[in-house]
C-alpha cells in the first residue's frame, strides 16, 4: 500500500490555498482535481483553472511507496476539514485515495491518472523563459491593494480595466487602475533595470494577497518580442503562484496626471470625512458636497423614501473666496480614503465638472464628479 502521514493542520490550509485555482463549475475537466505526487519526503500539491495555476510543497511525517494521482478538489477540501488537529493518514491503491485519521474516520476518494496538468509552469525551468524581479515587494503588494478598488472586474468595454496596471519603464514604477470614473495611481522610482508592462486581473490579485505578504520573490515571463508580459509569478517558501495576465492596452492615465491643476491643496481630516460618508450612505447614493470658506458641507441627492441629511464639517481651511459645490458618488471617496494610513489628506478642486484629486503620502486619485 502507497502511504504517507502528514499533520492536519497543514494539509488544510495548503488545500485550502488551493481552491482558487480549482474549477467548481466543471466537475469532469480535470481542472476540478488537485495533483497529488510524492518527491522524496514531500508531498507536492498542484491545481489549474487555466487561469492560475498553484504548485504547494508539503513535508511528510513518513512515507512509504509513491502517491500520484488527482482527486477532485472540492471532495478533498471538505474531508479534511471535518477531521481533527491531530495527523492524517493518505492511502492510495488502484482506484481510491484513502484519508484516515485515529483507526474511527475513513473518507474515500475515486483517482484520476494525470501526467501534466494544463498551465503547467516552472519558473525554474530556464527554457519556460522566467526572469527574476528585484522591487520591494512589500511596497508592491501593498501598492496594489491601494488602489484594487479603482478596477472594475465586469468592464466589459475596456477588458483592460478588470485589472491593475504594473509597469516598470525607465527605472519608474507605475500602478494603476480605473473604471473610468475614477483612477487611483502610484510612481515611485526603482533600481529595477528591467522595462515591462503587465495587466494583474482583479480577481487574481486578490488571491495573490491572500498568499503572499513580504516575504516572496517575483518572477515575470515576458511575451516573446515585447515587453508585455504573459505570466506573473510569486514564490514563497512552500507555494509557487502563477497566473496569466490581461494582454490588452491600458488607458493613457498619464496624461490626466499631467492635468493635475496647480493649485493649493485643501486638507481634510480622514476621520471626520469618513464617519460622514457612512452615515451619508445610510440612505443615499450619492451626495451634493459644498465647500465653503471654513467648513464643507454634506447633503444627500436621491435620499432612500424621500429621506435625506444635511452634515457640516467645521473647521476646514478653504483658499477659495467663493462656495464651489459638486456632486459625488459616496463609495468613490469612501472606498478611496478607507485606504489611507495617514490622519489627513488633500484635495485639490477646480471646477465643479472637471476631475477631483485626493493626494496622499501612498498614492493619488482621481474622481470624476456627478452632475447634480
Known amino acids: 500500500m502507497n502511504m504517507i502521514s502528514i499533520d492536519k493542520s497543514i494539509l488544510d490550509q495548503a488545500i485550502t490555498n488551493m481552491q482558487s485555482a ?96 494544463p498551465f503547467s509552469q516552472n519558473y525554474k525551468n530556464e527554457q519556460q523563459g522566467f526572469q527574476s524581479i528585484d522591487i520591494n515587494n512589500n511596497f508592491l503588494l501593498q501598492s496594489l491593494k491601494k488602489i484594487m478598488h479603482c478596477c472594475n472586474d465586469k468592464e466589459t468595454f475596456n477588458i483592460a480595466m478588470q485589472g491593475i496596471l504594473f509597469e516598470v519603464k525607465d527605472k519608474e514604477i507605475n500602478i494603476a487602475a480605473t473604471d473610468s470614473k475614477r483612477l487611483g495611481y502610484i510612481q515611485k522610482q526603482t533600481e529595477c533595470d528591467k522595462d515591462f508592462i503587465s495587466i494583474i486581473p482583479k480577481k487574481t490579485l486578490q488571491e495573490i494577497l491572500k498568499l503572499f505578504s513580504t516575504d516572496c520573490e517575483l518572477y515575470i515571463k515576458p ?124 484635495i485639490i478642486i477646480d471646477d465643479p465638472y472637471k476631475p477631483i484629486f485626493v493626494i496622499t503620502k501612498d498614492f493619488e486619485e482621481v474622481i470624476m464628479p456627478q452632475i447634480i
Open 223 to 346: 511575451i516573446q518580442d515585447s515587453n508585455k508580459i504573459e505570466t506573473l509569478c510569486f514564490v514563497s517558501e512552500n507555494i509557487e503562484f502563477y497566473a496569466k495576465l490581461i494582454n490588452a492596452n491600458f488607458p493613457d492615465f498619464k496624461s490626466i496626471i499631467a492635468n493635475k491643476p496647480q493649485l493649493p491643496t485643501l486638507k481634510i481630516n480622514k476621520e471626520k470625512i469618513l464617519k460622514t460618508l457612512n452615515q451619508m450612505n445610510a440612505i443615499c447614493q450619492r451626495a451634493k458636497v459644498t465647500f465653503e470658506s471654513n467648513k464643507i458641507i454634506f447633503e444627500t441627492l436621491e435620499g432612500i423614501n424621500g429621506a435625506s441629511a444635511s452634515i457640516t464639517i467645521n473647521d476646514i481651511e478653504n483658499h477659495k473666496a467663493e462656495p464651489m459645490t459638486i456632486g459625488l458618488v459616496n463609495r468613490h471617496l469612501l472606498e478611496c480614503i478607507s485606504n489611507i494610513k495617514q490622519d489627513e489628506f488633500e
Open 22 to 117: 480549482v474549477n467548481k463549475k466543471n466537475v469532469i475537466d480535470i481542472t476540478a482535481n488537485i495533483s497529488l505526487e510524492t518527491i522524496d519526503n514531500n508531498l507536492i500539491l498542484k491545481a489549474t483553472d487555466h487561469e492560475i495555476y498553484i504548485r504547494t510543497i508539503l513535508k511528510t511525517n513518513s512515507l512509504q511507496g509513491e502517491i500520484k494521482c488527482a482527486v477532485n478538489g472540492e471532495a478533498i477540501g471538505n474531508f479534511i476539514k471535518g477531521l481533527n488537529d491531530t495527523e492524517v493518514i493518505i492511502e492510495q491503491d488502484n482506484e481510491n485515495l484513502y484519508i484516515k485519521q485515529n483507526n474511527a474516520s475513513v473518507f474515500k476518494i475515486p483517482i484520476f491518472e494525470i501526467n501534466e496538468l
